[in-house]
T-cell receptor, first 109, second 113 residues
Framework: GQNIDQPTEMTATEGAIVQINCTYQ??????LFWYQQHAGEAPTFLSY??LDGLEEKGRFSSFLSRSKGYSYLLLKELQMKDSASYLC??????????WGAGTKLIIKP | IAGITQAPTSQILAAGRRMTLRCTQD?????MYWYRQDLGLGLRLIHY???????GKGEVPDGYSVSRANTDDFPLTLASAVPSQTSVYFC????????????FGPGTRLTVL
């Protein structure tokens, strides 16, 4: 079967750095997405990786290793507004997104 | 530009009733999707449409139906609601160049009693 694994919850301190990991086993691979979802709101797109390596976008970076079935989202200079769930999703061979259950990130002052 | 709108925002429904959740996008995206999101589970695809006039089944299609008469609208119908269909429902669309990112509507919170 297809599977996306992420930690259920993480806690970090304002101003610090946090890394959220995602491992996947899917039938085929056509890209990996990270989304942010604040409580009670819709998911919003953060980043996309299709080739191995690091993609940097401001305070957020996303890394992909296709051979290891692994990605991480790196958040720097954490702000209170970064408190949210972070969803990892992989596009499979049928071009459908398979979603992880999400990682709830709690930021403490 | 509104992006994607969904209606209603929330609804409480008696079991056995019929209900249609509405979704409209103004981005001229070809593909549209319906997901449900339940606590502790990832988003699960109910139905999708790659282009107007076509639809397909996702991971959890039972008890739901969709239609795609035009590019903008993609309604989801529950023919006879059951309590297990209590969930948050998100509509999404995609069709931009590059990664073909999915963009989400604000969601409908549905409670079936």
């Amino acid at each position: 079967g297809q599977n996306i694994d992420q930690p259920t919850e993480m806690t970090a301190t304002e101003g610090a750095i946090v890394q959220i990991n995602c491992t996947y086993q899917t039938s085929g691979f056509n890209g990996l997405f990270w989304y942010q979802q604040h409580a009670g709101e819709a998911p919003t797109f953060l980043s996309y990786n299709v080739l191995d390596g690091l993609e940097e976008k401001g305070r957020f970076s996303s890394f992909l290793s296709r051979s290891k079935g692994y990605s991480y989202l790196l958040l720097k200079e954490l702000q209170m507004k970064d408190s949210a769930s972070y969803l990892c999703a992989v596009r499979d061979s049928n071009y459908q997104l398979i979603w992880g259950a999400g990682t709830k990130l709690i930021i403490k002052p | 530009i509104a992006g994607i709108t969904q209606a209603p925002t929330s609804q409480i429904l008696a079991a056995g009733r019929r209900m249609t959740l509405r979704c409209t996008q103004d981005m001229r995206h070809n593909a549209m999707y319906w997901y449900r999101q339940d606590l502790g589970l990832g988003l699960r695809l109910i139905h999708y449409s790659n282009t107007a006039g076509t639809t397909g089944k996702g991971e959890v299609p039972d008890g739901y139906s969709v239609s795609r008469a035009n590019t903008d609208d993609f309604p989801l119908t529950l023919a006879s609601a059951v309590p297990s269909q209590t969930s948050v429902y998100f509509c999404a669309s995609s069709g931009d160049r590059g990664p073909d990112t999915q963009y989400f509507g604000p969601g409908t919170r549905l409670t079936v009693l």
